[in-house]
């Protein structure tokens, strides 16, 4: 049967028997590979992707079920990874042998838009799918780095008003601090001099942090 779905967005036409899974379709008609095989059985979770929303294994669903649907796969989070669970993912050095991370993301995005602060319980309860490496402890931690992380973005006031807080009450320390700092800090020095009188080049502490200021004119 010919078929149009719409899959990240964008409409795709589809030539494939009804009762293809989707997997498949995504994976050998869309060439979207992200997503994943694992079982085949709707066991593992690999192969999640959201149906409208819900995270669901497209290894069990037929193809022509989905139509009129809206569907998401792992490339519609982001293709470069800076989507903020995947940013949270590779921060935490999440994935092992990796085969089942692009299920567990999409599980863990279909949460996030249900929970926006989820607690362990419901993450435990929500969060079905095998990892062979047993990452599960990592996985609840980049949950709620990324749940954090969302929260602030979605209330930038909140954000704002407690940074300001804090810069306000770190900010006189700050200064006296660097004040009282010696000159000669552990990683300022000269290159060796040419002639007496003359460095080739000097570090200094820069007021930017991770900053650096060469100076090769002295
Ligand atoms: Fe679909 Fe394992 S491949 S649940």
Known sequence: M????????????IEADGDTPLLWVLRDHLRMTGTKFGCGIGQCGACTAHINGVATRSCLVPFASTIGTSIKTIE??????????????????????????????????????????????????????????????????????????MHAEQNPIALSISIGRWGAILKPFRRRKRRDTPRRLPYEYPVRPVEPSWWPARCVRSCHPAGAVWNCAR
């Open 76 to 149: 519609g989070l982001s293709r470069n990874g800076t989507q903020t669970l995947q940013r949270a993912w590779l921060e935490d050095n999440l994935p092992q042998c990796g085969c089942c991370q692009a299920g567990m993301l999409m599980a863990a995005a279909a949460l996030l838009h249900q929970h926006d602060r989820p607690t362990d319980e419901q993450i435990n309860s929500s969060i079905t799918n095998i990892c062979g490496c047993g990452t599960y402890p990592r996985l609840r931690a980049a949950i709620h780095k990324a749940a954090a992380r």
């Open 2 to 13: 010919k078929a149009e779905l719409r899959v990240n967005g964008e409409p795709r036409a």
